[in-house]
């Protein structure tokens, strides 16, 4: 068993690591189309006064004047050893501008991710536990609605509400305890709504379950039935879902931090793409996937050691199975 | 150490707002504000006063071709000039206490203020100010450093020092418009320290040291910029009224990209001055007791440069077309408030030497589509005239410094249509716009301000290293000499003249396609801030505001 | 955004599971009415509304609603509610591209994958896991980025980010179906693959990629407008939905220039949702 476990998990390592530097091509081809960059753009501005050969010698500086394919070779190299390059528009290392943007966003997201875990719990308990038909109906219906509101509208209706009129929090200081836990929460909002459904799906059918019966029967309060049959079960999934849910954040973060003034990666991610700095662009978009990927091995590491009962060579490549 | 402070501050807030709400509760009538502001009239020393500000995402080396509007703002708390400029136009001693015109407006002796010093102790003496002219003069090329954009630099020879107080500086030819240079926000004194810097290391707020009545405290690139107050200032400019430190203690510029939260933020009362809001809110705000300035600066009005090699503004009917195919009350209706005017020349109405061009630039539908039938322009079935298969059509992109530009160019594009030219738009941030600028698109808006009507010959054309706005090079004669007319001119009237000589032939040729007159900076301040003054640039002075208790 | 979450939920549903439904919920009929209306909008905007989404009367500027104006007007005197009708051909019609987008390309690879197995399912199982780990709406802004910012290019950049989740779904039903009882049987009758494929695979996977691509449809319409928010989709004068809300934003005297485009957004993507949902149920 252990060294089946061994070799399962090297191969999953191997592959991550695989997926990491296609994901880093893929990104490369695909915005290395992007029209112009912004050394050339302020190179030719007239104000500047250089010649076509000045202007050539710097874009040669920074690589820019050669093949695709070269450039990403040359990429990649740099990309394998840690290097992420130079920014073209501020001309700061990219590891160091991403350095600096990221714990806000890591604050950001880790605070989304356990309010939307809370969210979803708090939602599925009361399903399963408030009296009446009507409650646990209304709350049923909940996860569908948090995914129909665009994450900007939630934002923006948060801002009005408590930094304008309630003043629960200012958007002078976005980095605030108080206004992190508005941006979390619009955050949290729609990834919460797929982790309730899932939840309630299983304590749908576990309720069903007849050990659940005689857990009741054995005279288990609703809370501790609700924590100890419930839930746990659940938590397998989950695992596997917070991989997912972690992409989620990553690309939600650019809206919310927009709206909150929060400088971040989803700032950075914005500033990238108006001034066309590729080298950051590309930059995040593999931290990104670097991220997901080592997650979601994470998940599917941990998985098989949680519950015992799953075949190795399954785990991945359904990761979602509710 | 952060949490008591925001403790109290958001205690204050929460006061604040309370305390404005039943003030709006109580009468909602502008009265109240008035009432509140006469109650307190006296100065009182003290308070930290928050300034929200759209951005800050260039570096800080101060001379170069153009200092937006932003870092403006910043400069001048930091540093100081050698001469002020009031909202009219009128020059008075600052730092230079008196000066002389000699040899035909050749040379010029400037009397410097003696006792003042830069905040790093060096003492700002005619040497300082010898290196300092140099610079804005001529820029230093080997260390990357451009020269001041509007600095009248064609015919400058040199800067000498006569004695500690004493600077004598001389051009080869008539140059007026050098002493109303001299109170320009771009020719701020800075310390010989800092000139000497390479330009990376002068990008750096820190290294930047000046004279003015406030000093960086602490700052962090592109989000916040505290400033203290120096307590041994004591060389405001005269004009002020105010001798001494300044009132406020800090001045904290807070970026918050979002227009509409830096409205919100103040009028809930978390901030106390908004810079650039959209100007169809203020008069909902002036109703809530909040003043707005809208002071106008010196300078050219809002509207387009014409690139005159890009099609389709290279035929001249097109030009004309859309200069007259312009409705300008329209805009000022529509987008602006009563603040604003319609321009009647490219240059703003407070320049001394603007002319009324209004019927050179009047709305005239019939006659664009008559210059258009004309020019061979024919209207196809979308309502869009083509010539030679070509759509007359072009894309225009809203100027991100100046607020409201995407309502009026929207709105431009509108009254366009209506003669058959289609405009199309395309929105883009700060960082997006120099991509725009310096591909020169058909229509672009640069504003700029200026302190004296003679700098204009430097940058129509490329003569003498000119910034050949309109793409023309040398080619246009009468342009280049109108232009060097004015460069060189030694008489204010004569040169006058030959100013509205310039502006009625760039306004003919549609070299030039003024819409506005232009406030670029709008500022909206708390009913607690008092006696904030505004100088001929239109930028706020914090030096003589204070925060009534 | 948050469609490969469902995928596992959607087909973790039992086939076996499947049921008629007979009456359809007062909430689905709602929901459908809303959905034609809106679609009646994107087809036909000139019957909803007699007011000029482009050019407006700038004498009547910033009018809270009233009946003339039922969303009131924006910073140009143009009405709101056409603003939103006229904009709502690019809002949804770029949500339907976005689908079909990845529901093609998804479901070719998906089919490929699945059917052909061994290098094949290697290969393309690699290049799902890929396009799955680039965050979805991170995957879209680059792509936008790269083609240009039109409406246009932000419904490609959704197609191709939700490529994967179709992709995924289409292999794994595609999968199940092959190894039940009646396509082996159809095997043994003599029956050759592409006829297999089509005569019994597809009609089996239709009814889960249908219920995804309902699904998708709502998240699409989300992502466009997150990405016209950010000013990726065309620009001013047209009426975006999620243009409309960014650029009333700036007038906060003027709030139904936020709400009314936020209102029609939330309305039309709930209604899909519950189709969605119902249709999931229904199977």
């Keep these: 068993m252990r060294s089946h476990y061994l070799r399962y998990a090297l191969a999953r390592a191997a592959q991550a690591v695989i997926v990491i530097l296609l994901a880093y091509v893929l990104t490369f081809l695909v915005i290395s189309v992007l029209p112009g960059d912004p050394i050339s753009n302020s190179l030719h501005d007239p104000q500047n006064g250089l010649s076509d050969a000045e202007i050539s010698q710097v874009v040669a500086f920074y690589g820019l004047d050669k093949p695709v394919i070269v450039q990403l070779g040359l990429a990649l190299g740099r990309f394998v050893v840690g290097d992420l390059g130079i920014s073209l528009q501020s001309s700061l290392p990219v590891a160091q501008m991403i350095g600096d943007a990221l714990p806000s966003t890591l604050a950001l997201a880790v605070s989304a991710l356990a309010l939307s875990l809370l969210l979803a719990v708090g939602i599925a308990y009361g399903v399963q536990n408030l009296p009446g038909k009507w409650a646990p109906g209304l709350l049923r219906s909940i996860p569908s609605f948090f995914l129909s509101v665009p ?73 501790k039935l609700f924590a100890k049959h419930l839930v746990k079960p659940s938590m397998l999934p989950a695992v596997a879902m917070i991989a997912l849910i972690v992409g989620e954040l990553l690309g939600g973060a650019v809206i919310t931090e927009t709206i909150f003034g929060r400088d971040g990666i989803g700032t950075v991610v914005q500033k990238a793409v108006t001034s066309q700095d590729l080298p950051l662009l590309q930059a995040v978009v593999s931290l990104a996937a670097v991220v997901f990927v080592a997650v979601n091995l994470a998940a599917d590491l941990v998985s098989p050691l949680l519950d015992p009962r799953l075949e190795l060579g399954t785990i991945r490549r359904e990761p979602v199975t509710a | 150490m952060i949490s008591p402070t925001r403790f109290r501050r958001s205690l204050l807030a929460i006061t604040t707002a309370a305390a404005s709400l039943a003030l709006l509760a109580a009468c909602t009538s502008p009265a109240s504000s008035v009432s509140s502001a006469t109650a307190s009239a006296t100065p009182v020393d003290g308070g930290n006063l928050t300034f929200l500000i759209q951005g800050y995402d260039v570096g800080w080396v101060s001379s170069k071709t153009a200092i937006s509007s932003y870092e403006g703002n910043l400069w001048g708390e930091l540093t100081d000039k050698l001469v002020y400029v009031d909202s009219k136009g009128a020059l008075s001693p600052w730092i230079a206490t008196s000066w002389e015109e000699l040899n035909g407006a ?103 040291i000046g004279s003015g009545p406030f000093v960086v405290k602490s700052w962090k690139q592109g989000d916040s910029y505290v400033l203290e107050k120096r307590k041994d200032y004591n060389w405001g400019p005269a004009a002020l009224g105010h001798t001494g430190p300044a009132y406020l203690d800090t001045i904290t510029y807070k970026v918050i990209k979002d227009a509409s939260v830096r409205t919100s933020t103040v009028v809930s009362g978390q901030a106390d001055v908004a810079y650039n809001i959209q100007p169809q809110e203020i008069s909902s705000l002036k109703d809530q007791g909040f003043t707005v300035g809208t002071p106008q600066y010196l300078g050219f009005t809002d509207g387009f440069q014409v690139n005159t090699t890009a099609f389709p503004t290279n035929e001249l009917a097109v030009r004309q077309a859309i200069q007259h195919g312009i409705d300008r009350t329209e805009i000022v209706n529509t987008v602006y408030t009563g603040d604003w005017k319609a321009a009647t020349s490219f240059l703003q109405g407070n320049v001394p030497e603007t002319g009324d061009y209004s019927t050179t630039i009047a709305y005239d539908q019939g006659k664009s589509t008559k210059l258009l039938e004309d020019a061979g322009w024919t209207l196809g079935a979308d309502g869009y005239r083509v010539k030679d298969g070509k759509t007359l059509e072009f894309t225009l992109t809203p100027n991100p410094y100046v607020p409201s530009t995407q309502a009026e160019d929207e709105l431009i594009a509108q009254q366009l249509k209506r003669v058959g030219i289609k405009v199309d738009l395309k929105v883009v941030d700060v960082s997006g716009y120099t991509a725009v600028i310096a591909a020169k698109p058909p229509l672009f808006q640069q504003s700029r301000s200026f302190v004296d009507v003679g700098t204009v010959a430097g940058v129509l054309t490329s003569q003498n290293k000119g910034e050949d706005w309109y793409s023309l090079g040398t080619s246009d004669t009468k342009l280049n000499k109108l232009a060097d007319g004015i460069a060189t001119s030694s008489d204010r009237d004569a040169r006058a003249k030959l100013a509205g000589e310039l502006q009625q032939y760039v306004l003919e040729q549609g070299y030039a396609i003024p819409t506005v007159q232009l406030i670029q900076r709008l500022y909206l301040i708390a009913p607690g801030v008092q006696g904030v003054s505004y100088n001929g640039l239109a930028y706020a002075n914090f030096y003589t505001a204070w925060i009534a208790k | 955004m948050t469609t490969d979450l469902f995928t596992g939920r959607l087909r973790s549903i039992p086939a076996a599971g499947r049921r008629v439904a007979i009456a359809v919920p007062p909430t689905v009929l709602a ?194 407008a997150a990405l016209a928010f950010l000013g990726y989709g065309d620009p001013p004068p047209a009426s975006d939905w999620g243009l409309l809300v960014s650029s009333g934003k700036n007038y906060p005297t003027a709030p139904w220039l936020v709400y009314a485009p936020a209102l029609v957004i939330v309305a039309t993507v709930l209604s899909v949702n519950r189709i969605s949902t119902w249709l999931r149920q229904a199977r």
């Excluded at chain 2, 090329?141 to 001041?148: E, F, L, N, S």
């Excluded at chain 3, 009646?40 to 509304?49: A, D, E, K, R, Y």
């Design chain 1, 151 to 223: 994450n900007f509208v939630i934002g923006l209706v948060l801002i009005e509400l408590f930094a304008f009129r309630l003043h629960v929090f200012t958007t002078i200081d976005p980095n605030s305890p108080a206004a992190t836990f508005f941006a979390a929460l619009t955050l949290a909002i729609p990834v919460s709504a797929p982790l309730a459904e899932v939840l309630i799906a299983n304590l749908d059918q576990g309720a069903r379950q007849e050990y659940v019966l005689v857990a009741r029967s054995r005279g288990l309060t609703q809370a």
């Design chain 2, 106 to 208: 050749k040379d010029f002796v400037l009397h410097l203020k003696e006792g003042v010093t830069f905040s790093d102790g060096t003492p700002l003496d005619a040497a300082a100010v010898v290196a300092n002219i140099n610079l804005w003069a001529k820029g230093d090329a080997t260390r990357g450093i451009t020269k001041v954009g509007l600095f009248p630099s064609a015919h400058f020879d040199r800067a000498e020092v006569t004695d500690a107080s004493t600077v004598h500086v001389y051009f080869n030819a008539p140059t007026l418009g050098f002493i109303p240079t001299l109170a320009y926000h771009g020719t701020i004194l800075l310390s010989p320290k800092t000139l000497a810097l390479p330009a990376e290391e002068q990008a750096d707020l820190s290294k930047e």
């Design chain 3, 31 to 224: 929901a459908v009415f809303v959905v034609l209306v809106v679609l009646l909008w994107s087809v036909v905007p000139g019957i909803f509304t007699s007011h000029d989404p482009v050019t407006g009367n700038t004498g009547e500027k910033l009018i809270a609603p009233s009946p003339a104006h039922w969303f009131g007007t924006d910073y140009l005197g143009r009405d709101v509610y056409a603003r939103i009708v006229y904009g709502t051909a690019s809002s949804v019609t770029s949500a339907l591209v976005a689908v079909l987008i990845g529901l093609i390309v998804g479901s070719v690879i998906g089919l490929a994958s699945g059917f052909l197995g061994g290098g094949v399912d290697t290969i393309l199982g690699r290049v799902v896991d890929v396009l799955l780990a680039i965050p979805g709406f991170l995957l879209a802004v680059v792509v936008v980025s790269s083609l240009g910012f039109t409406t246009l290019n932000a419904a490609i950049a959704t197609g191709v980010s939700a490529v994967a989740v179709f992709a995924r779904l289409m292999r794994a039903e595609v999968i199940r179906t092959r190894g039940s009882v009646f396509v082996e049987a159809s095997y043994l009758q003599g029956g050759n693959r592409p006829q297999a494929l089509l005569r019994h695979i597809l009609p089996n996977v239709y009814p889960s990629i249908v219920a995804l691509a309902v699904l998708q449809f709502g998240m699409s319409i989300l992502v466009i």
